[in-house]
């Protein structure tokens, strides 16, 4: 958002920093995540959807406090590169991590987007379909990104503002339907709470985004005091629009429906509880809050590959730009690339994926804060907390996929070996343009 930000005359307020955040969290997220929940452990998916945005909160602090220290927006992959200034392998590993973290988000995103564009046209409504509309969707905000960073900004913000009207109406829809009794029990005799707080871990996802508020450091008005308030607030807001969304629905729609039609869960039973008005604003409000957060990730996470190229630790052309600030490689690899895994897998893998990169992104941030816990002034306690936290969720998801799907386990963890290698190979042969310093 930066180069955006910088052509606007006043810098940037909380109110338009908690909308950057929330343009980055509340994607797909919610669209996605609410079949799966629901199919793992039914009417206790409200609850894990809350304890997930409290992970998210833990996590978010240990973020907040290195904001606030280096006063960088670079975010995550500087922070972790300041604070091991001598580690080229970590700095590499965080950086192959979270790059391909946000691309897995980009195809979570355009294959959820897909799933409720097919569902309503008969001869795309199947997997070829799906993963064709998913590439061309990718394809549209790439070349958006390319052509005008000021367009792409006027877009996202049209797109960010209006999707969040239309969640909260969807909201207000289906709590006019619903039946609160359909909740009863909350946790039945069939789930537990290890399968509640595995759930809890794999919707981790839909919360990641609070951090691109760091990437308008530069650009923000009082960045020490509006950066936890807009990441502290934005957390809250998405918690209770996730949590009211999925009460609401659980509360009309069948459970069975939900399970059945997973990919696209909310609009599966809305044009029979809702009618034809009811189920075009839910696809509508689903189509337009992916479609946001594909704009919104791909702009960011374009932009943090080619400032980690420059550091030699991705190809050095991916930092190759035109106009001056638009990394054109980087956009088109990231494309080509969330496309890819779109084509190898389905949402479940895709989101999974997702989840267990962002908690093991987040706990390596911890784990600095509570290094620098005396610069930062953090808690020992509260930081100590979150790692916990997240290296519990990491370990009950690693867990699930192992003892459920092994062979969804076997996939992601090639894809993570595939990671370490390339890291490994960019952090020995290729020397940082710039030297280290742990301080900006």
């Known amino acids: 958002m930066n180069k955006i930000s910088r052509e606007r005359n006043n810098p940037l307020g909380l109110g338009e920093l908690i909308a950057v955040a929330l343009g980055g969290m509340?994607?797909?997220?919610?669209?996605?995540?609410?079949?799966i929940s629901t199919e793992q452990i039914g009417n206790a998916t409200p609850i894990a959807i809350l304890v997930g945005g409290l992970l998210a909160f833990f996590a978010a602090y240990s973020y907040v406090k290195l904001a606030l220290l280096y006063k960088d927006e670079g975010a995550t992959y500087s922070f972790f590169k300041k604070t091991f200034p001598q580690s080229r392998m970590a700095s590499s590993i965080i950086g192959w991590l979270i790059t391909f973290g946000y691309i897995s988000?980009?195809?979570?995103?355009?294959?959820?987007?897909?799933?409720?564009?097919?569902?309503?046209?008969?001869?795309?409504?199947?997997?070829?379909?799906?993963?064709?509309?998913?590439?061309?969707?990718?394809?549209?905000?790439?070349?958006?990104?390319?052509?005008?960073?000021?367009g792409m900004g006027k877009v996202e913000d049209v797109m960010v503002y209006t999707k969040i009207i239309i969640l909260l109406f969807i909201s207000g829809l289906l709590a006019g339907k619903g039946d609160l009794q359909k909740l009863q029990p909350l946790i039945s005799v069939d789930t537990t709470w290890m399968q509640v707080l595995i759930v809890s871990a794999i919707t981790f996802v839909a919360y990641e985004g609070f951090q691109l508020v760091i990437n308008a450091y530069d650009e923000m008005d009082k960045p020490q005091v509006n950066i936890p308030r807009a990441i502290y607030i934005s957390i809250g807001i998405a918690i209770t629009l996730y949590v009211v969304l999925a009460v609401a629905a659980l509360s009309?729609?069948?459970?069975?429906?939900?399970?059945?039609?997973?990919?696209?869960a909310l609009a599966a039973g809305a044009k029979t509880?809702?009618?034809?008005?009811?189920?075009?604003?839910?696809?509508?409000?689903?189509?337009?809050?992916?479609?946001?957060?594909?704009?919104g990730t791909l702009f960011g996470a374009s932009r943090l590959m080619a400032v980690i190229s420059k550091d030699g630790f991705f190809p050095k052309p991916l930092g190759e730009k035109i106009q001056t600030y638009i990394p054109y490689k980087a956009i088109i690899t990231m494309s080509i690339l969330a496309w890819i895994l779109v084509l190898s897998g389905g949402l479940q893998v895709i989101l999974e994926f997702g989840s267990i990169t962002f908690i093991l992104v987040s706990f390596l941030m911890a784990v600095a804060n509570f290094k620098k816990r005396k610069e930062t002034n953090s808690s020992p306690w509260f930081t100590g907390i979150a790692m916990f936290g997240l290296l519990i969720a990491a370990i009950l998801i690693v867990y699930f996929e192992f003892t459920e799907n092994l062979s969804q386990f076997i996939v992601i963890l090639g894809c993570?070996?595939?990671?370490?290698?390339?890291?490994?190979?960019?952090?020995?042969?290729?020397?940082p343009s710039s030297d280290v310093n742990p301080e900006k």
């Open 252 to 264: 009309v729609i069948p459970k069975e429906n939900i399970i059945a039609d997973k990919e696209y």
């Open 416 to 431: 993570y070996l595939l990671l370490a290698i390339g890291a490994m190979l960019y952090s020995r042969k290729n020397q």
């Open 26 to 35: 509340v994607g797909g997220g919610i669209f996605s995540i609410l079949g």
């Open 105 to 150: 988000t980009l195809a979570l995103y355009a294959f959820t987007f897909s799933s409720y564009f097919c569902s309503q046209i008969e001869s795309l409504n199947h997997p070829l379909g799906q993963k064709l509309v998913a590439g061309a969707i990718i394809s549209v905000f790439a070349i958006v990104n390319l052509i005008s960073v000021k």
């Open 273 to 295: 509880f809702l009618g034809g008005f009811g189920q075009f604003i839910v696809i509508f409000g689903a189509l337009l809050a992916t479609s946001s957060a594909i704009s």
